[in-house]
């Protein structure tokens, strides 16, 4: 076990940092296309990506609302939309704006699972110590 991963058969990177990356601008409703995560105010979108590193993707909408899910776009209720509608009165993108999320796509493959370990066998040796 390490400080980084709390199981033993994870291994995560030195210098372990979460990548993610902007997919597009998404409509969104009151039933939520991602549903879960903080579902809260102030972020940006390195710490929605900190809050929600248990899933596979976060949204941010209305200038910083964050929110989590393992898909998104899920039906036709919520299709893409252009950037510039996830800019809030002109503003950056990447924060989102009413009822459109900012989706990022989070990678998580800083860390490797490892297969379970095969027991050691103790090596017998034929020399003899004099």
Not at 4 to 32: M, Q
Not at 36 to 59: H, L, M, N, R, W
Request: proline share 8%.
């Amino acid at each position: 076990m390490n400080e980084c991963c709390p199981v033993s058969c994870y291994i995560c990177k030195p210098d372990h940092e979460l990548t993610f990356a902007w997919v597009g601008c998404y409509r969104d409703d009151a039933n939520r296309d991602l549903g879960e995560g903080p579902k809260d105010y102030g972020y940006t979108p390195e710490t929605c990506a900190d809050a929600c590193q248990a899933y596979s993707y976060f949204g941010l909408q209305n200038g910083g609302w964050c929110n989590c899910g393992n898909s998104y776009g899920s039906s036709d209720t919520y299709p893409r939309l252009s950037p510039e509608e996830c800019s809030l009165n002109g503003g950056d993108y990447y924060l989102g704006a009413a009822w459109s999320n900012s989706v990022f796509v989070i990678f998580h493959d800083d860390v490797v699972v490892l297969p379970d370990p095969e027991p050691e066998v103790p090596q017998v040796s034929d020399e003899t110590d004099d």
